[in-house]
């Protein structure tokens, strides 16, 4: 490991290599080397100059370690705040969603009762065709309906015109001595539509059990 080092060569100042002290280190130099004291005293600063670049760098490298190791401390208290922060912060979230699935829990409306059924009632295979709108606001309004629309056909035509017609579309239609606003798809008839003598009997057997579903749906009078 590397000796700290402990003042800053960064402050130090030149030596006076022309100075009584250093005749001494000059005369060596000039008997050894052949110059002249000039010359000597100049080789005295270069060696200086050149021994407080190495420290300067020495220092500089020891700072930056140093500042290295600081911020390292800092990263992981930092860090470790952070993930202490989170898991006090999950915590309270915790208690907190805990404590509201309880309130839920204990509400009143959250103490629902399991419905009850009857276990011997038997569900139908068949399921009943849906005739047009326009055929069910006849029946509802107790008025003449062609039985076309209640046949396997009529019905199959009730899909595909309630697939083409905008449900928000209005048109007029004379209830009595009023003139309403209703949906166009309850207003307007098929232009598909058999009339009740051209119906073949299949057709009408089809349309019979299918009319007789609607209008106790429509809650016409059973006498009717």
């Not at 992981?76 to 829990?105: H, I, P």
């Not at 209005?170 to 949906?183: A, D, K, M, N």
């Not at 299949?202 to 299918?210: F, G, N, V």
């Amino acid at each position: 490991m590397a000796k700290r080092i402990l003042t800053d060569p960064h402050l130090e100042v030149c030596l006076n290599c022309a100075g009584a002290e250093y005749d001494m280190v000059r005369g060596l130099i000039v008997a050894n080397s052949n110059v002249m004291q000039d010359e000597a005293t100049r080789n005295l600063v270069k060696v200086w100059t050149a021994g407080l670049l190495a420290r300067k760098a020495a220092w500089n490298a020891q700072v930056a370690a140093n500042q290295a190791a600081v911020d390292q401390v800092a990263d992981e208290w930092e860090a470790a705040r952070a993930q202490e922060e989170a898991e006090r912060t999950a915590t309270k979230v915790l208690v907190g969603m805990q404590q509201l699935d309880d309130d839920l829990g204990n509400a009143p409306w959250r103490k629902g009762k399991m419905a009850d059924f009857n276990e011997n009632k038997s569900i139908s295979n068949y399921i009943v065709p849906c005739p047009v709108a326009y055929a069910m606001s006849k029946l509802k309004n107790y008025n003449y309906v062609e039985l076309w629309y209640f046949t396997n056909e009529g019905c199959r035509d009730a899909q595909s015109h309630g697939r083409t017609t905008v449900e928000e579309a209005l048109g007029l239609e004379c209830i009595g001595s009023l003139l309403v606003l209703q949906p166009i798809a309850a207003v307007k008839a098929s232009k598909n539509i058999m009339w009740d003598e051209d119906l073949m009997w299949y057709q009408m057997l089809e349309a019979k059990l299918t009319f007789l579903h609607h209008i106790v749906r429509a809650k016409w009078p059973e006498r009717h």
